[in-house]
């Protein structure tokens, strides 16, 4: 091919960004980073969490790969509104699908609908200041708290819940979050487990934050903290869960200090139902016993906690995109190699990366490595791949402009990054996250302004 291969990439997280980044390096590709929201980074905007600094950090790296000549950003496009494959395959000659997991696996339990109970996802896309999210969807006004899931979300989202409004003023939060925080009343937190602290999912990083909470004492049961044959195993070959152990065993020994909130971290119980009239009032949980194989079976011994809120953080899975393939039972686009599976045959031009691609596994890293071998995969087909049909890069944003769609171009995430900038200065802050929808494409109007 002598014109540039044209190659889109739909998904601006960081698994998008990879894939842009390794397309980008190789001469003679030009990569539009389509994205159903109007700003970029993905998670690493709307799922990390705001305290942590060191992770968001990362936007910086991916900046970087979106300020290159041979990569355009576009924003507030979403496939199968306004935008076909169809249409995708008219103006590019190659389409890389990148949109993650986007929702929380049920606990399919009665009760789970009850008010107050929520996915953790909701309550994370709420704290960053996700354009889709209420403002006032939750108020904290309850006492205490159930987070079911041991994995770095819910650390996040207990930790967060922990925290007080005055320790994240230093973040990008929103000012409608802080003020929901500074007004909880929540006391006491429990994060609890199915399995027991061998299988816990946390890196021990993230659980150690925990015990370094200044406004709530970690409280750990030592019974719950028992190993079968197979979690003796995991202890002595696997590094993390070995320091998560030893972590969770000092904090079981720990004398509470008097802390304004406390989290109880649980093991080997399983949430079987919601109780409540209308609204949660407690969660009722069935105490597990191991099994030696690293799995768990129920005692049939219950007890009830005490709970106004119940947030559920046990997996995710993606969700299917307008006319691409997708394997329901396991939640992704059929692919082989990255290679995009259209009943049982490769798609030509078509291909896939990230959660969407392998699963809800591995860390924000994970996924370079991922779109590495995407990329690879579709850089060998190129000599085969058809080209596309209309190959003036104007045409698609012309098209979609015809079509009612509102673009915001990286001209117009700048103007929405410096208006959040002169939030955090007018708030004596370094940013102040803007999560109203209308707001940002406001902001993103005054870039076209000054090009006028």
Not at 139 to 152: S, Y
Not at 319 to 332: I, T
Not at 361 to 383: C, F, H, M, P, R
Request: charged share 25%; glycine share 10%; with cysteine.
């Amino acid at each position: 091919m002598t014109d540039p291969v044209r190659v889109a990439v739909i998904g601006s997280g960081p698994s998008g960004l990879y894939a842009a980044d390794e397309l980008s390096k190789h001469g003679g590709v030009t990569v539009d980073v389509l994205d159903r929201l109007l700003c970029p980074y993905g998670l690493l905007r709307y799922g990390v969490a705001p305290d942590h600094l060191k992770m968001k950090s990362l936007e910086l790296t991916l900046r970087k790969v979106l300020e290159r000549p041979e990569v355009r950003f576009l924003g507030g496009v979403e496939l199968g509104d306004r935008l076909t494959v169809d249409d995708l395959r008219e103006h590019y000659d190659a389409v890389v699908y990148a949109t993650g997991s986007a929702v929380d696996r049920r606990l399919n339990i009665p009760g789970e609908d009850l008010h107050g109970s929520f996915s953790a996802t909701e309550f994370v896309a709420w704290y960053c200041g996700h354009p889709d999210s209420e403002v006032d969807k939750f108020t904290l006004d309850a006492r205490e708290a159930v987070v079911v899931g041991v994995g770095n979300v819910a650390v996040d989202v207990a930790r967060i819940l922990a925290k007080t409004a005055q320790e994240l003023r230093v973040t990008d939060m929103p000012d409608h979050v802080l003020d929901v925080l500074d007004a909880s009343t929540i006391t006491d937190i429990h994060m609890v487990g199915r399995r027991g602290p061998a299988q816990a999912k946390f890196t021990t990083k993230e659980l150690r934050e925990l015990g370094e909470l200044a406004n709530a004492d970690v409280v750990v049961d030592p019974a719950e903290l028992v190993l079968d044959a197979a979690g003796e195993q995991v202890v002595e070959s696997d590094k993390t869960v070995r320091r998560n152990l030893e972590a969770l065993r000092e904090w079981s020994q720990r004398t509470p200090e008097g802390r304004p909130r406390r989290l109880h971290v649980r093991f080997l119980h399983s949430p079987v139902g919601v109780l409540g009239n209308g609204r949660v009032e407690g969660v009722e949980l069935e105490r597990n016993e191991l099994d030696g194989n690293g799995g768990v079976t129920g005692t049939g011994e219950q007890t009830t906690i005490p709970a106004q809120l119940l947030l559920r953080s046990v997996g995710y899975r993606g969700l299917p995109l307008s006319g691409v393939p997708f394997d329901e039972r396991a939640g992704v686009i059929p692919h082989q190699q990255g290679r995009v599976h259209r009943d049982g045959a490769t798609a030509p031009g078509e291909y896939v990366v990230g959660w969407i691609k392998r699963g809800p596994t591995g860390v924000i890293g994970t996924n370079k490595g991922d779109a590495k071998e995407t990329v690879a995969t579709l850089l060998s087909d190129l000599d085969e791949l058809p080209r596309a049909p209309h190959r003036d890069p104007d045409a698609l944003p012309s098209l979609l402009e015809q079509r009612g769609a509102c673009v915001v171009t990286w001209a117009g995430w700048e103007a929405i990054s410096a208006a959040e900038e002169a939030l955090g200065v007018a708030a004596g802050r370094t940013r102040v996250k803007i999560a109203d929808r209308e707001a940002l494409l406001t902001a993103a109007a005054e870039a076209l302004r000054q090009q006028g």
